[in-house]
T-cell receptor, first 110, second 116 residues
Framework: EDQVTQSPEALRLQEGESSSLNCSYT??????LFWYRQDPGKGPEFLFT???AGEEKEKERLKATLTKKESFLHITAPKPEDSATYLC???????????FGTGTRLKVLA | DAGVTQSPTHLIKTRGQQVTLRCSPK?????VSWYQQALGQGPQFIFQ???????QRGNFPDRFSGHQFPNYSSELNVNALLLGDSALYLC???????????????FGSGTQLSVL
């Protein structure tokens, strides 16, 4: 069964305390893995797309990496404004359907 | 450049009623997808519309239906509402010609539906 699993469910960090979020997937023939950020009461906002194992993308304090079975979102020296839910999604091959994980709720304390 | 807009932002209905949610895609986009997001969960795919036709559907009952208009805007209709339909309904737009490259989705802020 196609599945996306994110861990941890919730994470509390002190400002400046770096950490990583995990997204594991069981999908044959990955067409793309996406990371989104979602603030309360808002729709998800696109962060990164990764297509193949070994690929890395960076944006400010965020860095996304991809292996054959999982992706990591590394957050370096986070700030309180990085607090949000981070969602991982994969595009199923031969379809227009994205499967989302349940997200990691990140809280960065000042 | 206007992003994806949805209306209304909030809606309260009672069981058995019908509801219509509306979405205008990002300028230049021709494809609209609808997602349901329950509290504490990730978005779940309902269906996608392109060229005024439903191109793909997720695991949702026939009570969920939609429409796309010539200007690419879209509606989501839900009949015979159940308590379990309470959720944030998200509209996402994209551009078909980029799809083979695994197109990213642009989401609206959603409609929060509460069924009492």
């Amino acid at each position: 069964e196609d599945q996306v699993t994110q861990s941890p469910e919730a994470l509390r960090l002190q400002e400046g305390e770096s950490s990583s979020l995990n997204c594991s997937y069981t999908v044959s023939g990955l067409r793309g893995l996406f990371w989104y950020r979602q603030d309360p009461g808002k729709g998800p906002e696109f962060l990164f797309t990764l297509y193949s194992a070994g690929e890395e993308k960076e944006k400010e304090r965020l860095k996304a990496t991809l292996t054959k079975k999982e992706s990591f979102l590394h957050i370096t020296a986070p700030k309180p404004e990085d607090s949000a839910t981070y969602l991982c999604a994969v595009l199923l091959p031969g379809t227009y359907k994205y499967i989302f994980g349940t997200g990691t709720r990140l809280k960065v304390l000042a | 450049d206007a992003g994806v807009t949805q209306s209304p932002t909030h809606l309260i209905k009672t069981r058995g009623q019908q509801v219509t949610l509306r979405c205008s895609p990002k300028s230049g986009h021709d494809t609209v997808s609808w997602y349901q997001q329950a509290l504490g969960q990730g978005p779940q795919f309902i269906f996608q519309y392109y060229e005024e036709e439903e191109r793909q559907r997720g695991n949702f009952p026939d009570r969920f239906s939609g429409h796309q208009f010539p200007n690419y805007s879209s509606e989501l209709n839900v009949n015979a509402l159940l308590l379990g339909d309470s959720a944030l309904y998200l509209c996402a737009s994209s551009l078909l010609e980029n799809w083979e490259g695994a197109e990213k989705l642009f989401f609206g802020s959603g409609t929060q539906l509460s069924v009492l």
